[in-house]
């Protein structure tokens, strides 16, 4: 985890009372999630109008609208009409539930930065479905998640000055000119650009594009968050793995065969989030199948 040092200071006493109100929160931001996911790609306004059942209409009141409970309640049905509502509504919610409470548990009670955590896996939630319907990644969602990648490293910056900035060293005649560059703007063009390379890569030996801009970016923004090192390779290991192992069960499973396309955007922002919550320990696991000393 790249938690900032020094961010203990902030930490705040906590209780299961708090768990329970971050994951009703949490679990209320994923019934506005479930908007975006729905409204972004087809540039609709994410607040009016007010959400409705897409088969009768009607506008949802409040009895409708609880996150998770609603669901449960009504047994997925709409209230005025019986058609069903897919159980993906409660599935993100419930989703964001947990990742509010995880982010607060995994950042040791810090808020600001269990915020920031929070609001880049719920970013990464939204690319998930929304390039699993449109195969688009939404250029907002991926600036969130930099947005929290700058921060972080800023925050760094300031708490321990140069140390953590990465030194590019060049003897010019007798002097040593040394640039400090920060991680953040480092690890975002390496994540960018390995991805350019990659895509470029797949594109001539398939002679047609395998990977979207989209995917670059995103792959940028990581890099801004997980900086260049091996934090940043072990994320494009896990995306692939997580790819690897879903292709695999969806053709067991024979809901696709050899050659059908699967979109390669969802596997990365799982991967995302996954590794977000857990830097370290997928960082040494992943390593570890490389030599390196894993503890
Ligand atoms: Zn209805």
New binding site residues.
């Given amino acids: 985890m790249c938690r900032p040092a020094g961010c203990d200071i902030f930490a705040m006493p906590t209780s299961g009372i708090t768990d329970v109100v971050l994951f009703v929160a949490g679990a209320a931001i994923g019934s506005f999630l479930n908007v975006v996911i729905y409204r972004l790609p087809e540039d609709k306004s994410l607040l009016s109008p007010p959400s409705h059942?897409q088969?009768?209409n009607?506008r949802l009141g409040f009895i409708d609208l609880i996150p998770v409970l609603s669901y449960l309640i009504l047994r997925g049905r709409?209230r005025?009409?019986g058609?069903p509502f897919s159980p993906r509504y409660m599935l993100v919610e419930a989703t964001a539930g947990g990742l509010a409470v995880a982010a607060w548990h995994l950042s040791g009670f810090a808020p600001y930065y269990a915020a920031g955590l929070f609001a880049a896996c719920a970013a990464l939630l939204v690319i998930f479905f929304v390039d699993l319907d449109h195969m688009i990644i939404p250029d907002e969602c991926v600036v969130v998640v930099a947005l929290f990648g700058l921060a972080l490293d800023g925050y760094h910056l300031y708490v321990r000055g140069a140390d953590w900035a990465i030194p590019f060293t060049q003897g010019i005649g007798s002097q040593q000119l040394i640039i400090y560059l920060p991680r953040s703007l480092v690890g975002l063009l390496v994540g960018g650009g390995l991805f350019l390379f990659i895509g470029w890569i797949f594109e001539v030996a398939l002679k047609k594009p395998a990977l979207g801009m989209g995917d670059v970016k995103l792959a940028a923004a990581m890099g801004a968050i997980l900086g260049p090192g091996y934090s940043l390779l072990s994320y494009f290991l896990l995306a692939v793995l997580i790819g690897a192992v879903v292709a695999v069960l969806l053709m067991v499973l024979g809901l696709k065969r050899r050659g059908d396309y699967i979109p390669f955007g969802p596997m990365m922002a799982l991967a995302a989030i996954v590794m977000l919550l857990y830097t370290e320990p997928i960082t040494l696991w992943l390593m570890s199948w490389y030599g390196y000393p894993a503890g």
Avoid: G, L, Q
Wanted: proline content about 0%.
């Fill in positions: 059942c088969s009768c009607t709409c005025h009409c058609a």
